[in-house]
């Protein structure tokens, strides 16, 4: 076990900045439909993207010990290129059911953990189904980080929905945001439809013993620099 996954985002990044991509930046690492998966004791660097993403409707998911950093302090140099700071390096992407995240460690200015609603899976009468829920992230320890969030859910005629989820036991530095829940507007699909057949829910959502710690502003001009923020994560093991 072990190891660290490079996504060398840097290049990613200016080219993005630049305008210069003719599709979506990769992801670091990306599972799909899959089910009884175990992420553990790796290292996640500059990712293109998100760092890890879980889609598709993943089951029975943990992820353990997993440390998340991303240079966010180059992206802030590029921010006079393109408005847009940070560049969607999300830690964990989640949506399925049965997923447990804990024991991370994330510094990424972007959305630390965000459970997003789960592809809906057509059942074998064509019924949309699927739900995101049972999702626990435990023991998290977070350097400017943008969130433990929940969504952004869309209203639409699939009915999308977030349920039972629980944040426990993080410490946040610095933080730019905390508990994080994104409603948003609903899909195109909803402007000829009436609420009941077009809507989305998000449902039980709790979190304890969340701890914002040393907050620190935006205007700030003391941030630390990427080094700074790999020495921390050397101090948390």
């Excluded at 629980?166 to 948003?184: C, I, M, N, Q, R």
Aim: with cysteine; proline share 6%.
């Amino acid at each position: 076990g072990g190891g660290a996954l490079d996504g060398r985002g840097h290049n990613w990044w200016v080219a993005f900045a630049r305008n210069k991509l003719a599709s979506k930046r990769p992801m670091l690492l990306q599972i799909d439909g899959s089910t009884d998966v175990v992420v553990r004791d790796i290292t996640m660097l500059d990712s293109p993207r998100f760092n890890l993403y879980l889609g598709s409707y993943c089951k029975r998911v943990l992820v353990e010990r997993v440390t998340i950093l991303a240079d966010w302090a180059a992206q802030q140099n590029l921010q006079k290129s393109v408005p847009m700071f940070p560049f969607n390096t999300d830690g964990i992407d989640v949506a399925g059911k049965d997923i447990t995240i804990r024991d991370i460690v994330v510094s990424n200015y972007d959305d630390v953990v965000a459970v997003k609603t789960a592809d809906l899976l057509p059942s074998d009468d064509g019924a949309a189904t699927g739900c995101t829920r049972n999702i626990t992230v435990y023991n998290a320890t977070v350097y400017r980080g943008a969130g433990l969030s929940v969504g952004s859910v869309h209203p639409s005629p699939l009915k999308p929905c977030v349920r039972d989820v629980l944040f426990e036991k993080a410490t946040l530095w610095s933080p730019l945001k905390g508990p994080y829940v994104k409603p948003d507007r609903a899909t195109p699909e909803c402007l000829h439809l009436d609420h009941d057949a077009c809507s989305a829910s998000i449902q039980n959502v709790t979190y304890k013993h969340v701890r914002p710690s040393r907050c620190l502003s935006r205007e700030r001009t003391d941030t630390p620099t990427i080094a700074a923020t790999r020495v921390f994560d050397a101090g948390m093991h």
